[in-house]
Structures are given as C-alpha cells and as structure tokens.
C-alpha cells in the first residue's frame, strides 16, 4: 500500500538559517507531489507541485523552493528563513484518485 | 484564476441537527471534487470524491455530496451529525490542464463544532 513519510514533525529554526523539509512517498511509482501550507482560516495554499523527477512548478512567489530529486521524494527548502514562513507545511501525493497527505511540519521562525 | 469558495466558516450545531456545508467552485472544464475531513490533531482524510457518474456520492461516516454542474457547486450533507463530526472540512477541486496535470485547489475551510 502506498505511504507517505514527512520529517520532522516539528522545527524552531532561527531567522535566516536554512530549512529543509523532506517528504518520501512508497508504493507508488511516478506519482505527482505537492507541497501545502496550512495556515488557520485560510485553508490549504499550494507552493510548489512535480510530476515528474526535476519538474517543479511554482504557485506562489515566496521564499521557498523545491526539489525533486528522486521519483519519490519531494523537498521543501530555504536559503534564509523569514518570520513569515512560520506555519504547517503538508506534503501531500496524488495519481489523480485523490490526494493522500502526510502528518506535516509545524515550523516555528523565531 | 480557478477558485474554490466554502462559504460558511464556521458552524456549530447541535447533535442530531443536519448538516450542509456549500462548496462553489470557478472553472469551467473538467474538474474532479473532493471533501476531506481534518480531526482535532490529526491528518487530512478523505471524505469523499467524484469524478463522473452518479452526481450524488456517498462518502465515509455517513456523509454525502452532490454535485451540481449547472451551479459550480459541491454540498456536502449529512442527515444527522454527532459530536464525533467535530472537525475542520476543506472542500478541493482538482483540475485537469490541457497538458495532462491535475492542479489541486482547495478551499479555506469550514470549522463544525457539535455539541452534545
């Protein structure tokens, strides 16, 4: 069965350190992945999406990136953190049936 | 820009009260719906989908949706909720781009609180 791994679960990282955020997907071949922000009363924002190994697609300008460098893995980073990239940050896979998300990052920029 | 739009933020109701919850989206081709549930301290869980077929669509717990193609719209109902419904609903549109990718979009959310 399919699975979704996403660490860490949470992080306090000061301004201007790098962050980088993993998510590894299993039993599952060439799936498209995401990368969520939750924040409260605002539902769900999409950063960054792939289909495909090195294919990233960008929703919003901002202070993150991604990569992908493998099928099945999905990374979320930062060069420098903001005070404002604080929030809980979801991966999330789909093959078009839905999507399936991980238990997401609380990161706290202080 | 293709939106999703929940309408009601927050709800409280009491047990046993019925529930719907209005879901409007802003794209005209083909789209795939979704309702997903989030628990208190939990992950985010599929509710239900559709995709083609029948427009009304039974989900898990007792939940269902129909949808209305005329109006852009994607309710989810339920008859009879209990306290254990306690939890944030996010109505989520996934369109198919002309070049073959879906681009999910979700919509802000809806916060149930059920009182005993």
């Known amino acids: 069965s399919q699975t979704i791994h996403q660490w860490p679960a949470t992080l306090v990282q000061p301004v201007g350190s790098p962050l980088s955020l993993e998510c590894t997907v299993e039993g599952t071949s060439n799936p498209n992945l995401y990368w969520y922000r939750q924040a409260a009363g605002r539902g769900l924002q999409l950063l960054f999406y792939?289909?495909?190994?090195?294919?990233i697609s960008s929703e919003v300008p901002q202070n993150l990136s991604a990569s992908r460098p493998q099928d099945r893995q999905f990374i979320l980073s930062s060069k420098k953190l903001l005070l404002s990239d604080s929030g809980f940050y979801l991966c999330a896979w789909s093959d078009g049936g839905g999507y399936t998300f991980g238990s997401g990052t609380r990161l706290t920029v202080v | 820009a293709q939106s999703v739009s929940q309408h009601n933020h927050h709800v409280i109701l009491s047990e046993a009260a019925s529930l719907e919850l209005g879901c409007n989206y802003s794209?005209?081709?083909?789209?795939?719906l979704f309702w997903y549930v989030q628990y208190p301290g939990q992950h985010l869980q599929l509710l239900l989908k559709y995709f083609s077929g029948d427009p009304l669509v039974k989900g898990i717990k007792g939940f269902e949706a129909e949808f209305i193609k005329s109006k852009f719209s994607f309710n989810l109902r339920k008859p009879s909720v209990q306290w254990s419904d306690t939890a944030e609903y996010f109505c989520a549109v996934n369109l198919l781009t002309s070049g073959g990718s879906y681009i999910p979009t979700f919509g802000r959310g809806t916060s149930l609180i059920v009182h005993p």
């Open positions: 792939s289909v495909g190994i090195g294919q």
């Open positions: 794209y005209g081709g083909t789209v795939n």
